[in-house]
């Protein structure tokens, strides 16, 4: 098993599971792309397997990223008066 994997089977035992890009658009409701914007913008804090691999997010970071982008997003509706 290389030592990569065993670091990821760690990290899920320890409550740090790593999610896709895919796992994390879902989960917010947004296309791919748009989590792969976030990401590289720095917006969603994530990091790319071996340097230039697909991008992994931190399942806390996703639930931070999202407790923040939907506070600040209310579908237009806000009241600025």
Request: proline share 2%; hydrophobic share 30%; with cysteine.
């Amino acid at each position: 098993m290389n030592e990569e994997l065993v670091a990821l089977l760690q990290r899920e035992r320890d409550g740090e599971a790593l999610l896709s890009v895919r796992e994390a658009a879902r989960e917010l409701g947004v296309a791919i792309e748009t989590v792969q914007k976030y990401c590289r913008q720095g917006h969603l804090p994530a990091r790319r397997l071996r340097g230039t691999g697909p991008w992994r997010i931190r399942r806390r970071d996703l639930q931070g990223f999202a407790g923040r982008h939907l506070q600040g997003n209310d579908g237009g509706t806000s009241n600025t008066d």
